[in-house]
């Protein structure tokens, strides 16, 4: 994998949960009613002022509205959020990377222009394939054809850092299947690219058609040969691959990930977001209604947990080695270190982890075995 020196920026997340309808593999917290966003944005708001110590004014510098599909929020509801957010938070003062998850379908002339004012500069697009028929499997709403569509108008916008995610491993898909797709999202020149395994999270709808036998799981080999490809074909293009499933053009890493990557502060606001500072992380119910209730009692609806050194090294251990970076070993005190390079070594004689310039890093070989690694790695008592 390549890097490059990322800053890291406190950050907000904001968690817009409305959808028009569900894919059949969405494992996040969302909801069809439409009818709850003013309700829901006053609420954000609110919980906006009564957490604004948080990171003890840390500065926020990005800020990421993730859903759902935040891009189903409504003009109007949009300019209350980020009126607030600017006047608020960051005083008429403006983050560094401001982040807009959406639809292909989404991406109207008049949404765009909305980003255009709201200062949005940068787009993460929910494309999934180039192929008609795999969406409507995944009960996508758009076509491939939208997607270009897209593009083209946040390009007129001069939008210029657009996002695009990527599955693969689909049921019956053929490696020259996904090589296609990857040529066409090249074909956008896109600045970043995230790509991942079609996952059957339990509980989804996905997941019980695989239980049912009406859809058969691809093979792990050719669902590896597929990340293989992936990787060649996105590094000969120039980009850096700084984390398992995360591809950029030099200067275009998402800030924002970053942070959850590099163990860096955040505030999540909204239904079942998640916040860290630190010391501990907390996160809010998973309920749309009970959430804007419970705000408008003037109480954040939220479970806490306080870090121990554990708890911290497993969570460096599970992050960190996701990147390019890998864990810097002078960071971790003695006793860690020992613990960490002891049950490494055997994956640094099979060749799945590598010590560079005191770092920690997965080998290519390693990546496609990340999590079996990173299990060996974490700390049990």
């Known amino acids: 994998m390549q890097t490059e020196n990322i800053p890291f920026m406190a950050g907000i997340y904001i968690h817009i949960p409305f959808c028009a309808s569900r894919c059949i593999y ?6 069809t009613h439409a009818e709850w966003q003013e309700a829901y944005v006053d609420a954000l708001c609110r919980e906006m002022s009564m957490r604004a110590d948080y990171l ?11 859903g759902g599909t935040p891009s189903q929020l409504s003009i109007t509801c949009l300019h209350r959020l980020f009126n607030h957010l600017y006047t ?11 982040t807009m998850e959406c639809n292909p379908d989404d ?32 009960h996508r709403r758009h076509t491939a054809a939208e997607v270009f569509r897209a593009v083209e108008r946040l390009r007129a916008a001069d939008i210029n850092h657009i996002n695009i995610d ?45 239980e049912q036998g009406r859809v058969k799981e691809l093979d792990e080999e050719v669902s590896r040969s597929m990340y293989e490809t992936l990787i060649d074909r996105m590094t000969a293009a120039g980009y850096e691959h700084y984390e398992i499933s995360n591809f950029a053009r030099p200067g275009h890493h998402s800030l924002h990930n970053a942070n959850y990557w590099n163990a860096t502060p955040y505030i999540g ?13 907390q996160w809010n119910i998973s309920d749309t209604q009970r959430y804007i209730a419970s705000i408008a009692e003037g109480i954040v609806p939220a479970e806490r947990e306080t870090l121990d050194a554990d708890t911290r090294y497993n969570d460096l251990v599970t992050t960190a080695l996701r990147t390019a970076r890998g864990i810097y070993l002078p960071s971790l005190c003695a006793d860690r270190r020992n613990y960490l390079m002891q049950n490494a070594r055997r994956h640094i004689e099979n060749g799945l982890l590598a010590v560079e310039a005191d770092r920690l890093l997965l080998t290519r070989q390693g ?15």
């Open 26 to 31: 969405c494992a996040f917290y969302s909801s």
């Open 56 to 66: 003890q004014d840390a500065p926020l510098e990005t800020v990421y509205l993730g």
């Open 88 to 98: 608020k938070v960051y005083k008429g003062c403006c983050p560094t990377e401001i």
């Open 107 to 138: 991406v109207t002339p008049e949404w765009v222009s909305a980003l255009r004012e709201l200062s949005v500069n940068r787009v993460s697009m929910g494309a999934q394939t180039f192929d008609d028929r795999r969406l409507r499997f995944l």
């Open 166 to 210: 990527l599955m693969f491993g689909f049921p019956d898909e053929t490696r020259e299947d996904w090589t296609e797709d990857i040529d066409r999202a090249l074909a956008l020149n896109i600045e970043h690219l995230s790509a991942y395994c079609l996952a059957y999270e339990e509980g989804t709808p996905l997941y019980h058609l695989r």
């Open 269 to 281: 606001l909204g239904a079942s977001a998640h916040s860290y500072d630190g010391a501990s992380r």
């Open 367 to 381: 990546l496609f075995v990340s999590d079996t690694v990173m299990s060996d790695l974490i700390y049990i008592d």
